[in-house]
Every structure is written in C-alpha cells, then in structure tokens.
C-alpha cells in the first residue's frame, strides 16, 4: 500500500547557514514518500544559490521578496499537490522517524486536522524549547502556553507529556495539516506577518469542527529565534498586535469585548513592567503595537465572516478555563502539570 504523500515546506529568509546545517536532517527522514521544499522569500545571503549548489534534490521555490511567514507560506503551499503538508522552520533539527507518527496520527482519525511533534531546545536537548513544547494552550484570555512551557519557564523533558493528545494550537515550527482544510479555513493570515499566525490558524480549524493534536512520537528539535531575535522590539510589536487580532477574529462576540478589555489593562500592566526594567523599547513596541491595531480595527472586524462560525471558548480543546497571568505570576504555578486542567 502507498504511503500517503507528505511536502516538509521550509520557508527561509537569509537564513543560509541553518539550512547548510539543517536540511541534510529533513533529507534523511526516514518515510518513504516525501519531499523537502525550500520556498526562499528574496533572501540576500545567497540561500536559493546554495541550495541549487548542494542539495540538487530539495524543490526549490524561490521569490523575489520577502513575503513574511504566513504569506510566504500561503504562495509556497499553493504550489503543491501532496497529501500532508509540514511547515517546518529553517532552524529545526528533525529526528530520522519524526514524519510517521504524525501521518499515523492523522491517518488514523479524519477530524484530526493539524499536529505537531514534540519540540525540544535545539541547545539543551533535555528541556522542551519555547515554541511549542508539547502542545500549544491558551487561556481564557487567550494568551498562549504550552505543555512543557509556561511564559518563559522551560520544562525538563521527563517524559510527562508522553501522551498524544488534543492541544489548542500547534508550533509553526513544525506543523503538519490537511492541505484541503488548510485551504478551506483560508490558510495563514499573510496581515499577521509573523507570530501567532499558525494559532489564528489553528482557532479556525477547530471552529471549523477539526481538533488540533500533538504528536510526541514524533520528536525535532528548535533552535529559536532563527528569523527574528527574541529579546527584538519588532517581535513584541507583533506578539502583542496579533494577539488583539487573534481575538477580535475568532472570539464569540460577546466574549470579545469583556476579554479585550481585560486584555488592555494586562497589556498596559506589561508595559509598566517593561518601563520599570528599563526596556522603554519594549513599552513602545507594545504602544505602538495598539496603535497599529486600533487604527485597522475595521479591517480586523471583517475578518470574521471570512472564518467559520466563531465557537466559545471553553467549547473548545486545549483552553485553560483561568489567568495563566495570575497563576503564574501571582500563584508561583511553574509547570503545566500543577494548573488546575481536567484530566486530559
């Protein structure tokens, strides 16, 4: 029997030196029909050069500009035909055997849309990496966590989040879904840019009735910050602007207002606190941050008739019915293990 077909989509941006390092990892999984895709958006580094030069077998998609993440990956996806689709980042180490589990996975029930592996740091192999962990939640407020990483606490992998099971979102670091839904929900949201586009996507797989699942079978390994540094003003600026999109996209209406106030008044709080750091870049990220998003809030409003009916939150799988705010910050909770979370 044929094993279903499987494109690994990497996505790169002068980022030629992790896919010198990186892609012979994609090349040697061990799954017996599948190819590796670089979809090269304009780099100047001579990445789409080097990939002609030194791995003749890779699909190369080369454009002109730089699209960012999501859009980049929308004109990328268009261009195939197989029957899964891995988003996969340029700075991820895969293991040999991490493609099977997660076809296995889908395979074995239609109404599994997405997953994603087990991510662990690329640097301290023994600890879930920030990007995903094991699994990808958010809370009643919709900021996101995961299994394995709470804020910025790392986990050390002990195997306690062996189990497959139904998560909210799913890493973009490594993403594997279903090309006719991801077409049907209207793929990634290219006005996103980059960050928390893949839980935008996500949100409207399972409003759309798909459940997102995590896969540690299946296991890479993230190096983070391949494209943009974690400690960059330019990164708080997105993180903060496309949460507030995320909600007012996909939230019930009559949840959205009393989550996007309370969200305000949170924001601001982390702009204080940024201030009294001394990190006033940050505070003005986050300003400007709002900014941005009032002055398009018509157009992030119209966006909701072009996702499936929006569905409450607590209806929906991997949502912590609290503050992950308050009990982490407030109530010391470090791992996901002690949140009070029904038994998965």
């Given at each position: ?240 602007r496309n949460n507030l999109a995320l909600i007012t996209k996909n939230m019930v209406a009559s949840e ?11 924001d601001g709080v982390a702009g204080a606190k940024f201030l009294l750091d001394g990190k006033a870049g ?63």
């Amino acid at each position: 029997m044929n094993q279903p077909s499987v494109s690994v989509v990497i996505l790169n941006f002068n980022t030629r030196n992790l896919l010198e390092k990186l892609v012979p990892f994609a090349l040697k999984t061990d799954y017996p029909n599948f190819e590796v895709v670089v979809a090269d958006n304009g780099s100047t580094d001579g990445s789409e050069e080097m990939i002609r030069a030194k791995f003749p077998e890779v699909k190369l998609i080369a454009f002109e500009s730089n699209h960012g993440f999501a859009e980049g990956y929308n004109k990328a996806l268009a261009q195939l035909d197989t029957d899964y689709w891995v988003l996969l980042n340029s700075d991820v180490e895969v293991d040999p055997k991490w493609v099977t589990p997660m076809v296995e996975l889908l395979e074995s029930n239609p109404k599994i849309g997405a997953a994603q592996p087990k991510i662990k740091d690329y640097n301290q192999r023994e600890y879930f990496e920030y990007a995903g962990a094991s699994g990808g939640w958010i809370d009643k407020y919709a900021y996101p966590f995961c299994r394995g990483r709470i804020f910025n606490h790392l986990e050390k992998d002990e195997a306690q989040y062996n189990d497959a099971v139904k998560t909210f979102w799913a890493s973009g670091a490594a993403l594997m879904i279903r090309p006719e839904l991801f077409k049907t929900v209207g793929g990634l949201d290219g006005d996103f840019f980059a960050h928390m586009e893949e839980i935008d996507l996500c949100w409207r797989v399972q409003n759309a009735g798909y459940e997102i699942w995590v896969c540690p079978e299946s296991t890479v390994y993230h190096m983070g910050g391949g494209t943009l540094d974690a400690q960059s003003a330019r990164k708080t600026f997105l993180n903060f602007r496309n949460n507030l999109a995320l909600i007012t996209k996909n939230m019930v209406a009559s949840e959205w207002i009393k989550v996007f106030l309370i969200r305000l008044v949170l924001d601001g709080v982390a702009g204080a606190k940024f201030l009294l750091d001394g990190k006033a870049g940050f505070t003005a990220a986050i300003v400007k941050a709002h900014w941005s998003f009032f002055l398009k809030l018509p157009h992030w409003w119209r966006k909701r008739k072009d996702v499936p009916k929006q569905q409450r939150l607590r209806a929906l799988n991997g949502v912590y019915d609290r503050s992950i705010v308050a009990s982490h910050f407030i109530e010391k909770v470090k791992t996901f293990d002690r949140l009070d979370i029904p038994q998965l």
